[in-house]
């Protein structure tokens, strides 16, 4: 059988060409200061007049002002942000003439070494919430480094790492390219980006790798992917990966697919499924993997096994394949998963057995609460620890999954599922809203916990990435983290009585 048309990359005569263009991608954050282009600060002298300073600002059309001494040392910073609340509304109103520029700069002024790398410039504008940062050499202000500058490096480290991974040449390429999807998502994570925006970006990556490694498999096994499709199940399926992922994938074969093509596909998974665990994808404990036979399935067998699962299947049968109802086309055919996608949203609702006894799969693990409201711990090392994910967000996972297949939706996100049901079933939507938010908080935990540095204050324990110590969140946390499993338990609750009890 000839390979998938268009399965040779555009650089297949030069392997080093996606690794080259990546460049920039793999070491930006990494990279001193120093290596961005000098940008002469534009400043004044401290006791220049506010007047002074705004034209200087005007002039060289910048954000920003400094003011420095005789040596060059920054002293303080007034920004465009600044104006509004120090200078337009101030009381009594200023008189730009006469006022000195220290009366309404901000100082001290945050600066930073040349020589220290672009993480640091990120990881300071996010604490302080500045968007300026001056840049020193032998403490005399050289350069500065704007919000925006980092953007750009991170929106061009964000499409050069996609362009990468897409157009590879070849399985070791992509295995080079794989560790800068975490690298590049601890540094957006410690930029401040959001949880969901995280998660997706993590997801979109993670597919076109997991994509240009079926392509070039198909290739080399002789296949056509226009015969199959790569799905994928549990987080990878609802595009909710964190940075620390397993494998749960599978494989729809076409019903024209007989016997002997079916054990190469299923030789081309096994292989695809071994080069994703060398590329950080570790294999799945519970061989929910392509490469087992129960896995790659034509589409008649899929739909056969969805439409057990929903008519007759048991409460074990139904802890294991809860996650296949997640299921996401990844690489090949879509259009194979249409039927699977169409079937489980038209039967779903007219099994109540199979609603009921997903319903109370879901109640296995409750939120880390005790009796009284409080975060009900474990001990771990000696430590107070709680598991965010199996006590946290799998409960509003398993909430949402049910609730969705009961209305029929075909919604696989968690966010998107707990949305639609909720305004299905009619609930407030300051209450729905409230699901979702409470679902991002403990994500947000979860890929702070994963994120952490490796300098001995990282708060996973050793062998759980989802497990985070106490001991390591501020009041401020642990308030949102008591807050979100609140709400966890309520929509437990309201799953339990409604279709546990009823």
């Known amino acids: 059988m000839e390979p998938q048309s268009g399965a040779t990359p555009a650089h297949q005569d030069d392997p ?4 080259r263009a990546h460049a920039l991608a793999q070491q930006c954050f990494e990279q001193p200061l120093s290596t961005l282009p000098r940008r002469p600060p534009v400043a004044v002298s401290p006791d220049a007049t506010l ?17 420095l001494d005789a040596q060059g040392v920054a002293l303080g910073i007034l920004t465009r942000h600044d104006l509004l609340p120090r200078v337009a509304l101030a009381e009594p109103p200023l008189d730009a003439r006469r006022t000195p520029l220290r009366a309404v700069m901000s100082a001290p002024v945050h600066t930073l070494d040349i020589e220290q790398p672009l993480q640091q410039a990120a990881a300071l504008m996010s604490r302080h919430g500045i968007r300026h940062v001056p ?4 403490g005399r202000v050289v350069s500065l480094v704007s919000e925006r500058d980092l953007f750009a490096l991170q929106r061009r480290s964000l499409r050069e790492l996609g362009g990468a991974l897409r157009s590879a040449p070849d399985l070791a390429t992509l295995q080079a390219l794989a560790p800068q999807i975490p690298a590049l998502a601890r540094q957006l994570l410690a930029e401040g980006l959001a949880a969901r925006t995280l998660t997706d970006l993590v997801s979109q990556l993670n597919d076109a790798l997991v994509e240009r490694v079926l392509v070039l ?14 799905v994928a199940f549990g987080s990878e399926g609802r595009g909710e990966q964190t940075i620390a992922t397993d494998q749960d994938n599978g494989l729809v074969l076409d019903d024209e697919v007989g016997p002997a093509e079916r054990e190469r596909w299923l030789v081309m998974a096994r292989h695809a499924n071994q080069v994703l665990d060398a590329c950080g994808f570790p294999l799945c404990k519970g061989g929910i993997m392509a490469g087992e036979p129960a896995c790659t399935q034509t589409v008649s067998e899929w739909a056969a096994a969805f439409s057990g699962w929903m008519a007759h299947g048991q409460p074990q049968d139904l802890l294991k394949a809860g996650i296949f109802f997640d299921l ?23 099994h109540p057995r199979f609603l009921r006894l997903l319903a109370a799969n879901s109640l296995n693990f409750r939120p880390a609460l005790n009796w009284h409201g409080g975060l009900d711990t474990v001990q771990h090392g000696g430590r107070p620890v709680i598991d965010l994910k199996l006590h946290g967000t799998a409960v509003f996972v398993d909430a949402a999954r049910c609730l969705a297949l009961a209305h029929g939706l075909a919604a696989v996100g968690t966010r998107e599922r707990l949305r639609g049901a909720g305004e299905a079933m009619g609930v407030p939507v300051a ?3 409230g699901w979702a938010a409470a679902f991002e908080v403990l994500q947000a935990l979860r890929l702070r916990a994963q994120g952490a540095p490796e300098d001995g204050a990282a708060q996973t324990e050793p062998g759980n990435p989802n497990q985070v110590g106490l001991d390591l969140l501020n009041d401020l946390d642990r308030g949102l983290l008591r807050d979100a499993l609140r709400v966890a338990r309520s929509l437990q609750q309201r799953v339990e009585m409604d279709w546990v009890r009823s």
């Open 16 to 19: 080093a060409a996606a690794l």
């Open 51 to 67: 007047h002074e300073a705004l034209s200087l600002m005007n002039a060289h059309r910048v954000g920003s002002v400094l003011a």
């Open 135 to 138: 840049l020193t050499q032998g």
């Open 217 to 230: 498999l198909a290739a080399q096994h002789g296949l056509d992917l226009a015969r199959a499709c790569w």
């Open 328 to 350: 996401r086309p990844i690489a090949g055919q879509a259009g194979l998963t249409v039927p699977l996608r169409a079937l489980i949203c038209e039967q779903a609702p007219r």
């Open 431 to 433: 209450e729905r809203e």
